[in-house]
C-alpha cells in the first residue's frame, strides 16, 4: 500500500513540474509571437549589419559617451533586438540565418564584457536590460550558457523597486530574467507588481486618472511621456500573459481599453501626437539621421498599440476619437474636435504642475502650462517649430515680455496659484476657463468651443512690472497670403491659411511676419546648436506695461475664405452680454444659448428683463426651453458642495434633489456638484420650468 502512495506522489510531483514547464514554454511563446506581431523591416537590418564592425560594436555609436538623456550606447541593444527579431520571423530573410546567429551571440557579447553606463540610472536598470532580456527569450535556442550568464548578470541591475511606469519596466526585467532562471517565485512576484499598477488612481496621485488621462512626477498630466510608454508596456504583458494561469483580469482588460479609447486616441490628429501631451518630451522626429520620439514616432506607437490590443481584445473599439469638446478635469487640459480642425489648451492650477524639465529637455517650457491654445488643421502647424518659436509668446497665452532670459524649470516644475481651472462640455458648446496667477501677472482667461470656432476673453490682467503684457492669439508656420482688415486704421481682423481672427471689441491686433531663428539645443541640451531659420506668423494683443484690469476678446474661425470675414462678423458670431474681471459670458443664437464663466459671485443679463445672479464661482451653459432652462454647471475649483443662484422669473426644479424656492418674482435655486473624490470638476444639470 506504501508503495502505491509513492508512486502517487512521484505522479504528481511530475505533473505539477510539467504543468509548470508547459506554462513557462506558453508564456515563452506568447513573448515570441508579440515581437513577431511587431514586425521588422529587412531593410533596417540590411542597414544595421553594413555599420557593424568585425567586433560586432556599431561604428556610428560613441560607447564611451555617459551623458543622461539620448545616450547612444542604447541603440546597441536595440538594434540587437530588432536583428533577433528578423532572426525568428518567417516572413524576414535572415529568418534563422546561421550568420545572423553569430551576430547575434557576437553584439551580446560585445556588450556583457564591457562596462558601457550613463550617469542616468534608468538605461542602466531599465532600458538595457529591457532589450537584452526579450533577445534572450527570443534567441534561447543559438545562445551558449557562457553567453547567456554574463547577459543575465547584466540584467541583474533591475529590481522590482518605484513606483508607476518606472516600476512596470522593472518588473517586466525581472519577468524575463527570471522566465530565463525558471525562477518561479520572481516570475509571479514580477507578474502581480505589473498586473497591480493597472489600476485607476485616486485624483492626482500618480498613474491612471479618473478621467483616463496620466500621471507621473507628481499630479502631472504625461500622456504621450510615461502614458503613453505605461499603455505600451502594459498592453505588452497583457498579450504574453494572455490564456496563461498569470493572465490580466477582465477588469483590467476594460481599464486598458478606456485609458486607450478615452484617454490616448484623443490627443491624436492627423498622424501626429499633440504637441501639448507630450509631457516634457519635446522632440524632432529625427536624431543624426535616425528616427526618434516626435510627434509623428509616437502616433506611431499608439496605432501600434491598438493593433496589438486589438489582436487579443473581445470588444470592437474605435479606430478614431469622435468629433467632440473633452476637459480632462484631472489634467487641466482640454481639447476640442471636429470634421474639420483639432484644439487643445493646457492649464495649469494649485492641483495640477504645469510642465517640467528634466534630461535636458524642455528647457523652454516655462509658459507651456500657462492656457497655451494651439489650432491644426493639416496636424503641421506646429511641427518641429519648437527651435524657432518665441517661447514667451505662446499661443493662447498672456505674458510679460520682460528682457531676462526665460527661467529653466526643473523637476518639481511649477504651478498656477489658483484653483479655479476647469472645463464643461455642454449640449453645444465647450467651455474652458481659468484663473492665472503667477509672477505677479494676473488673467481670468476663457475659452469657448463652438462650431468651427474658439471664442477667447480675457479680463483682470494686471501686473506691476515695468514691462510690456502680450496675450499670444497665435504663432505658426506662415503659410500662404495673410490678409489684413482695418477699421478707422486699426486692424482688428486677419485672415491666415483658411482662420479668421476678429476683435470682438474692436481693439486693436498686431500682426508680426517674418523670419524667426533658433537651435534644438536651447530646447534638448543634448542637441546641434545648428541654427535654423523658419517664416513665422505671429498675431497677438498687446496690453501695455503694468496694465490694471486689462481685457482682450477675440474669435478664431476656422476653414472660411478671407472673402466670408464681413458676413461672419455681421451674422455669425456669439454677443457678448458680460466681460468684466468677474464674469464671462457670451450669448448664441439669440440667447438661446448662453455661456457662462463665473470667476466670482456675479450677476449677467439673461434678457432684457430676466437676470441671474451667481452666488459662487463656476463655470455654466444654460439652453433655452419652450417653458424655462436647462442649465449644466461645473465647479471649477473642486472645493465647493453647492452652488447657488438667483433667477428673474417662477420656476421649479425638475427631477433633482437640489432644492428652490420662489420669493416674488425670483427663483432661489441651488445646485450640488459631484461630492466623490473621483467625479470632482464634471458636470451636474438640472432643469428649470417656469409655473
Known amino acids: 500500500m506504501k508503495s502505491y502512495k509513492y508512486v502517487l506522489v512521484i505522479i504528481l510531483l511530475f505533473c505539477q513540474q510539467f504543468i509548470h514547464a508547459t506554462e513557462l514554454d506558453k508564456l515563452k511563446n506568447n513573448l515570441n509571437d508579440f515581437y513577431v506581431l511587431e514586425g521588422v523591416n529587412d531593410a533596417d537590418v540590411h542597414k544595421l549589419l553594413e555599420i557593424m564592425n568585425d567586433d560586432f560594436a556599431f561604428s556610428d555609436i560613441d560607447y564611451n559617451m555617459h551623458r543622461r538623456s539620448n545616450w547612444q550606447p542604447l541603440k546597441h541593444v536595440k538594434r540587437l533586438l530588432t536583428i533577433a527579431k528578423a532572426y525568428k520571423n518567417k516572413n524576414s530573410k535572415y529568418h534563422h540565418s546561421n550568420k545572423i546567429d553569430k551576430i547575434i551571440v557576437g553584439t551580446l557579447n560585445y556588450w556583457s564584457y564591457n562596462n558601457f553606463f550613463s550617469d542616468n540610472w534608468w538605461y542602466q536598470e531599465i532600458g538595457v536590460p529591457q532589450n537584452i532580456g526579450a533577445t534572450l527569450i527570443l534567441c534561447e535556442s543559438i545562445i551558449p550558457d557562457s553567453t547567456m550568464t554574463k547577459s543575465l548578470k547584466v540584467m ?3 529590481k522590482i523597486r518605484l513606483t508607476g511606469q518606472n516600476k512596470i519596466w522593472l518588473s517586466g526585467n525581472v519577468f524575463m530574467r527570471e522566465l530565463m532562471r525558471g525562477n518561479e517565485y520572481l516570475i509571479n512576484a514580477a507578474a502581480d507588481t505589473i498586473k497591480a499598477v493597472m489600476v485607476k488612481s485616486k485624483p492626482y496621485e500618480e498613474g491612471i486618472q479618473p478621467d483616463y488621462s496620466f500621471h507621473q512626477h507628481g499630479p502631472q498630466p504625461q500622456f504621450g511621456n510615461y502614458g503613453l510608454h505605461f499603455a505600451e508596456d502594459i498592453i505588452k504583458w497583457m498579450f504574453i500573459f494572455n490564456k496563461t494561469d498569470i493572465a490580466f483580469s477582465s477588469e483590467k482588460v476594460d481599464l486598458m481599453r478606456n485609458l486607450l479609447f478615452e484617454g490616448q486616441q484623443k490627443v491624436i490628429y492627423k498622424g501626429k501626437y499633440e504637441v501639448l501631451a507630450t509631457g516634457r518630451q519635446l522632440f524632432p522626429e529625427t536624431v543624426n539621421g535616425e528616427k526618434y520620439r516626435g510627434p509623428i514616432s509616437k502616433y506611431e506607437v499608439y496605432k501600434n498599440l491598438e493593433h ?6 473581445t470588444e470592437i473599439n474605435p479606430t478614431t476619437a469622435p468629433n467632440e469638446y473633452v476637459h480632462f478635469r484631472n489634467s487641466d487640459y482640454s481639447l476640442y474636435r471636429t470634421n474639420t480642425f483639432f484644439s487643445p489648451v493646457r492649464m495649469s ?4 504642475i504645469g510642465a517640467e524639465a528634466g534630461n535636458g529637455e524642455n528647457q523652454m517650457g516655462y509658459y507651456l502650462g500657462d492656457g497655451t491654445n494651439l489650432i491644426y488643421r493639416k496636424g503641421d502647424e506646429y511641427h518641429e517649430i519648437y527651435p524657432v518659436w518665441n517661447w514667451k509668446k505662446l499661443p493662447g497665452t498672456t505674458t510679460v515680455q520682460d528682457t531676462a532670459k526665460l527661467p529653466k524649470l526643473t ?19 465647450g467651455i474652458t476657463a481659468f484663473k492665472y496667477r503667477r509672477d505677479n501677472l494676473q488673467a481670468n482667461k476663457s475659452y469657448f468651443f463652438i462650431d468651427n470656432k474658439v471664442y477667447a476673453l480675457g479680463s483682470g490682467i494686471s501686473s506691476n512690472r515695468n514691462f510690456e503684457v502680450v496675450t499670444t492669439i497665435n504663432q505658426c508656420y506662415k503659410n500662404g497670403r495673410v490678409y489684413i482688415n482695418k477699421n478707422k486704421g486699426e486692424t482688428t481682423s486677419v485672415w491666415h491659411d483658411s482662420i479668421a481672427y476678429i476683435s470682438l471689441n474692436k481693439q486693436k491686433l498686431k500682426v508680426k511676419l517674418g523670419e524667426q531663428t533658433g537651435n534644438w539645443k536651447k530646447i534638448l541640451t543634448w542637441q546641434t546648436d545648428t541654427l535654423i531659420t523658419k517664416n513665422i506668423f505671429d498675431l497677438e494683443v498687446r496690453h501695455g506695461a503694468k496694465p490694471n484690469n486689462g481685457t482682450y476678446a477675440y474669435v478664431s474661425v476656422v476653414g472660411i475664405p478671407n472673402t466670408a470675414i464681413k458676413t461672419t462678423i455681421k451674422k455669425q458670431l456669439a454677443k457678448i452680454i458680460a466681460q468684466t474681471e468677474d464674469v464671462h459670458a457670451l450669448s448664441f443664437n439669440k440667447g438661446k444659448t448662453i455661456a457662462v464663466s463665473a470667476f466670482k459671485p456675479c450677476e449677467v443679463t439673461l434678457a432684457k428683463k430676466q437676470k441671474l445672479i451667481i452666488k459662487n464661482p463656476c463655470l455654466l451653459t444654460l439652453n433655452k426651453l419652450k417653458n424655462g432652462w436647462t442649465i449644466e454647471a461645473v465647479d471649477p475649483t473642486q472645493l465647493q458642495t453647492k452652488l447657488a443662484f438667483e433667477i428673474t422669473g417662477k420656476y421649479q426644479l425638475k427631477d433633482t434633489v437640489d432644492s428652490s424656492k420662489i420669493a416674488g418674482n425670483t427663483t432661489f435655486f441651488s445646485i450640488t456638484p459631484p461630492n466623490a473624490i473621483e467625479e470632482k470638476g464634471t458636470k451636474k444639470a438640472v432643469v428649470l420650468i417656469a409655473e
Open 349 to 352: 492650477s494649485k492641483r495640477i
Open 411 to 429: 523637476w518639481s516644475g511649477y504651478r498656477n496659484n489658483s484653483d479655479f481651472t476647469g472645463g464643461l462640455k455642454g449640449e453645444t458648446i
Open 156 to 158: 541583474d541591475k533591475s
Open 308 to 313: 496589438i490590443f486589438n489582436a487579443f481584445d
